[in-house]
């Protein structure tokens, strides 16, 4: 079993639409979880950052981290075409981030 | 503006050659990663430098080398004994190994 389980997708919703994306991990030492969105042929781009349990909200993004049951999600509101992109969890217990393998999201007009 | 610059954007490898990616930051971090990336697995780390001089090996350091003798700089040498090379390789840098990563735009290395 992996240490982080992402469903690699793709996820295909309407321009609009509220998406959730989500992680499972297995290592209840994790206490500092990120999003990055990485589009096509470019580098991931670090979207939300999160310590410990709780909600963050920036923009239309909104990070969730739910502890107990080892399950983080990234709300995305109003999605647009340009949202279209992998999305990758990444999470630590001390300084090595372990990474989903990324769930490909596609928005469409 | 401040970033991390990798070059080439492709590249290609002849059996039996080493090869060499570049990574160049202007941020001022003090650590620097490399990872691999294949398709439908998450980056896979193969080294990483917290500062200069000094470097320790990842997951899936066999076939690779590195050098740190900048803090700007920390290039990638991919050798012959790596057997499986192609693959998308993603540079990073942190100011410190607490804090989230930033990253370049890659290089996707093919065998010829």
């Known amino acids: 079993q992996k240490e982080v389980e992402q469903d690699p997708g793709p996820l295909s919703v309407p321009e609009g639409a509220i998406v959730s994306l989500n992680c499972t991990y297995s290592n209840s030492a994790f206490q500092y979880f990120m999003w990055y969105r990485q589009y096509s042929r470019k580098g991931p781009e670090l979207l939300m950052y999160?310590?410990s349990s709780g909600n963050k909200e920036d923009g239309r993004f909104t990070a969730q981290v739910d502890k107990s049951s080892k399950y983080i999600s990234l709300f995305i509101r109003d999605s647009q075409p340009s949202d279209s992109a992998t999305y990758l969890c990444?999470?630590?217990?001390?300084?090595?981030?372990?990474w989903g393998a990324g769930t490909k999201l596609i928005i469409k007009p | 503006d401040g970033g991390i610059t990798q070059s080439p954007k492709y590249l290609f490898r002849k059996e039996g050659q080493n090869v060499t990616l570049s990574c160049e930051q202007n941020l001022n971090h003090d650590a620097m990663y490399w990872y691999r990336q294949d398709p439908g697995q998450g980056l896979r780390l193969i080294y990483y430098s917290q500062i200069v001089n000094d470097f320790q090996k990842g997951d899936i350091a066999e076939g690779y080398s590195v050098s740190r003798e900048k803090k700007e700089s920390f290039p990638l040498t991919v050798t012959s004994a790596q057997k499986n090379p192609t693959a998308f390789y993603l540079c990073?840098?942190?100011?410190?190994?607490?804090?989230?990563?930033?990253f370049g735009d890659g290089t996707r290395l093919s065998i010829l």
């Open positions: 990073a840098s942190s100011r410190d190994r607490a804090q989230p990563q930033h």
């Open positions: 990444a999470m630590s217990a001390d300084y090595q981030l372990i």
């Open positions: 999160t310590y």
